[in-house]
């Protein structure tokens, strides 16, 4: 299985009610998130099944990349913020999906992306995209095979 993980874009720093769940794409997290999404096509990223959480910053960068890809997201409230690696494991298992995005926040995707690959350091910015391939008893066997900024997914969509 491999498993695209993305942060999502570039978000406001307090909603106008003052909820972190209400938190919305800026502009221009908007404009360089399709910038993003464009370098994600011309790198022939295809995904089978574009899961993201309920909060309003990761439906929107989900929006927007699916859009592009050509996938509809579904919402996974097993993904919100502070998710655990089981939750997303049993997630996974629900879908049978072999290729999937998941667009989610910090630092629940580091973890997860560190403990199916049996430890380490990872450092997801806001637009970054890494590809972890998984064996399909969903162990912590997993490889993460690259990493790429937000500024390298832009400089390719703007190629």
Known sequence: MQIYFLRHGIAADRAPHGTDSARA?????????????RGLQRLEVAIDLLLTSPLVRTRQTADIVGRILGQEPRVEVALSPGMTIEALLA??????????????????????????T?????????????????????????????????KILRAIGKG
């Open 25 to 37: 794409l800026t502009p221009e997290g908007i404009t360089h998130m399709e910038e993003e999404a």
């Open 91 to 116: 997630t996974l298992d629900r879908y049978h999906a072999r290729r999937v995005m998941i667009v989610g926040h910090e630092p629940d995707l580091s973890m997860a992306i560190s403990a199916l």
């Open 118 to 150: 049996g430890g380490g350091l990872v450092n997801m910015k806001k637009g970054s995209l890494a590809l972890v391939e998984l064996p399909y008893d969903q162990s912590a066997d997993g490889v993460l095979h690259w990493l790429l900024p937000p």
